[in-house]
């Protein structure tokens, strides 16, 4: 029974006359459009997506890895630079295709090697003799390919698409950042504000209760009394925070 690939989520709408077709055991669109012209035409003269999760994915890996690839490959393996992608055909003694696909080089030492056919006893009876590790990836690894003479200019539309989405959310951080240092600037005001004004809030509270019977109630320099002892006791605290440095 063939099942869709993880990109099936987002090419089964857009499928609107359903016509998948089975490729490698998994679900493929023959075509999204009613007619195949706008398709080829996009590949042809612009540039299409193509799902092509279904091929066969190898990992190559081990210090045996380049050989086994120029072994096997009709192409030079030794200058392929990391990071770079082959397309490529591999044939048998006689000269005959075999099968054809890309062959990435993701380090020193490994490959991602794509196949549209299974290769991978093909590939293990050419690497007898050597240091290297063939895997299987298949299921693993899902893969998309931008096809047509435009297609750069698409990846890099994306690459500048993900540069202005990491700029705006760099801008939206820096704004709620500055946002922030300012309400902790206001509550800071407010703070002090609250600490310098609590003392002789204090002391005109004890001395406004007016009782009969009260200290200083009838003595002549009361008034002058409280109202020094609450600048000191505001001031107090504003030179402390000055001279701790937290103003």
Known sequence: MSVGTAFHPRTAPLNRKLQWREWSGYLAASAYHDSHDI???????????????????????????????????????SKLAVGRVYYTSWC???GLVVDDGTVARLDE?????????????????????????I?????RVS?????????RDV?????????????????????????NIEQNNIIKIFSIAAVVLMPPTLVASIYG????????????????????????????????????KWL
């Open 39 to 77: 398709e080829y035409n996009a590949i042809r003269e612009a540039a299409a997506l193509i799902d092509v999760s279904p091929l066969f994915k190898y990992l190559v890996s081990g210090p045996d890895a380049t050989r086994l690839v120029d072994r096997v490959i009709t192409r030079d393996a």
């Open 92 to 94: 048998n003694e006689e």
């Open 109 to 133: 030492q490994s490959y991602r090697w794509t196949a549209a056919d299974p290769s991978l006893r093909w590939f293990r009876m050419n690497a007898r003799g050597l240091d290297v590790e």
């Open 135 to 139: 895997e299987d990836v298949s299921e």
């Open 143 to 151: 893969a998309l390919a931008v096809q047509g003479p435009l297609s």
């Open 155 to 179: 990846l890099a539309l994306s690459d500048h698409a993900s540069f202005l989405a990491n700029k705006s959310s760099f801008m939206l951080q820096a704004t709620l950042g500055l946002i």
């Open 209 to 244: 209760m007016n009782f009969k019977n009260m200290p200083e109630l009838g003595w002549q320099y009361g008034y002058p009394f409280a109202v020094l002892l609450m600048v000191i006791a505001g001031a107090l605290p504003y030179f402390i925070f000055k001279w701790k």
